[in-house]
């Protein structure tokens, strides 16, 4: 059974960094794209970053180009999102979701249940 679970989010003060990790099981991420989603309150859901895990092309959305790292550990079939000078726009529920076909905006049918990141003092 495919499944990712993330892990790692929280609260944190302007500025401050978080690492949330996407946790693959059932299935290798070889060919797959792994992206991160956010969804703040009111707010539609956003990609935020994807990693195609066959070529290690990177996307990130602009608002977080410079701020946030996309990352992956083969051997630990993981992926993670190292965020730093964290905003409060940056509050939201992140998911991870896995796409057979990579990081295309379609078939993405694998999500994570989300991490809360919360910023603010």
């Known amino acids: 059974q495919v499944q990712v679970v993330e892990s790692g989010g929280g609260w944190v003060q302007p500025g401050g960094s978080l690492r949330l990790s996407c946790a693959a099981s059932g299935f290798t991420m070889d060919y797959y794209g792994i992206g991160w989603f956010r969804q703040a309150p009111g707010k539609e859901r956003e990609g935020v970053s994807c990693?195609?895990?066959?070529?290690?092309?990177?996307y990130y959305t602009p608002s977080v180009k410079g701020r946030f790292t996309i990352s992956r550990d083969n051997a630990k079939n993981t992926v993670y999102l190292q965020m730093r000078s964290l905003k409060p726009e940056d509050t939201a529920v992140y998911y991870c979701?896995?796409?057979?076909?990579?990081?295309?905006?379609?078939?993405?049918?694998?999500w994570g249940q989300g991490s809360q990141v919360t910023v603010s003092s």
């Open positions: 979701a896995a796409n057979p076909l990579g990081c295309v905006m379609t078939g993405f049918d694998s």
């Open positions: 990693i195609s895990i066959s070529d290690g092309k990177i």
